[in-house]
């Protein structure tokens, strides 16, 4: 379990581990989707460069929200998808976390993003970047890909 701050002072509570993640009911999705060996992010309008997510609407699943937002937010149509993580913010939004292989990419449909942003090699985001979402700027980012370093869908480079 790890336990930080994000980027606007709020607490964050990042777990891992299925037998936690399992018991809560996530309201909200984030979504790390490969494809090709690139980590596929989303150009939100306002934001800046972000990674697909969002709410889990009213009648649907959290697997559900994840390939809909992962396509409204990146055109990206999903081979494979599994749940690798969860966190909260602030004791009381719960986010699951996903990895996903895209098996193909088509234009955003989301109103709110303009195009999807291909990263290879996968950026550190330590320095924060100006054309980068704040939402990126915590240890939810780099810990996940750190989680996902042996994960089969993404194909991250080990560090040396």
Known sequence: MHHFRDDFGYDVTLTFDPDVYRKRTAGHVLIFPFWQGKLVFTR???RGIELPG??????????GAAIRETYEETGAILEAIERIGQYTVAGDLVKDIYAARVLSLE?????????????SPIPDLRDKPPAFS????????PLTLARLAEHPFAHIPRKT
């Open 107 to 119: 234009t955003p449909t989301g109103t709110d993003v303009e195009k999807a942003v291909l990263f």
């Open 54 to 63: 969002g709410k889990v609407e009213p009648g649907e699943t959290s697997i």
């Open 134 to 141: 704040r939402y990126l700027f915590d240890d939810v980012y």
């Open 44 to 46: 939100h309008r306002t």
